[in-house]
């Protein structure tokens, strides 16, 4: 069956970066793209943009451009994003989806907290 | 960007009918398609499709759930009601770039 593990929390200091991962199983990983969604309880849900697997190619929202950084390594099926510059805006669950859009399948979330 | 407007809340009985309304600030239909989805999420847990490009029923999906729509107006039904559908329920359009979400609707019991 169809599977996205996301990484574990994370607590991060303002200004640093964090790396959270996204590795899927059950189908052929570069058949479909990797999403990326922000969900915080004041602005909903935000796309962030998405991966192209097979050729490691990106699509970003304008919002998040030089925020976050999405990168893949097929050897282990797994997609990862980078945020830097973390804000106490950036705390958020960060979720991974399978495919462009409608995302049909997504990871469990990731908490990033981001407090001094 | 597209901005998805949704109602805050809905109170429902079991087993009755209810239609959660999603209005776009543009259209996001093309001349085949139409580019909403439908999404349902319970606290702690991550979305899950229901409804895409307006009104396919995702795979596994009970059939008490249904969308229909186009344009900027769409509707995602659910008849009947039932306990395990007491959630909040998100539209998302991708036709306009980038994608967007509706604030959510979360239905309550009355």
């Known amino acids: 069956q169809v599977q996205l593990q996301q990484s574990g929390a994370e607590l991060a200091k303002p200004g640093s970066s964090v790396k959270i991962s996204c590795k899927a199983s059950g189908y052929t990983f570069t058949s479909y793209y990797i999403s990326w969604i922000k969900q915080t309880t004041g602005q909903g849900l935000e796309y962030i943009g998405y991966i192209n697997t097979g050729s490691g190619g990106t699509n970003y929202n304008e919002k998040f451009k030089g925020k976050a950084t999405l990168t893949v390594d097929k050897s282990s099926s797994t997609a990862f994003m980078q945020l830097s510059s973390l804000t106490p805006d950036d705390s958020a669950v960060y979720y991974c989806?399978?495919?462009?859009?409608?995302?049909?399948?997504w990871g469990q979330g990731v908490m990033v907290t981001v407090s001094s | 960007d597209t901005v998805l407007t949704q109602s805050p809340a809905l109170a429902v009985s079991l087993g009755q009918r209810v239609t959660i309304s999603c209005k776009a600030s543009e259209s996001v239909s093309s001349s085949s398609y139409s580019y909403m989805h439908w999404y349902q999420q319970k606290p702690g847990q991550q979305p899950k499709l229901l409804i895409y490009?307006?009104?396919n029923l995702e795979s596994g999906v009970p059939a008490r759930f249904s969308g229909s729509g186009s344009g900027t107006d769409f509707t995602l039904n659910i008849d009947p009601v039932e306990a395990d559908d007491i959630a909040t329920y998100f539209c998302q359009q991708s036709w306009n770039d980038p994608d967007t979400f509706g604030a959510g609707t979360k239905l309550e019991l009355k």
């Open positions: 490009h307006a009104s």
């Open positions: 989806a399978r495919e462009r859009s409608p995302f049909d399948y």
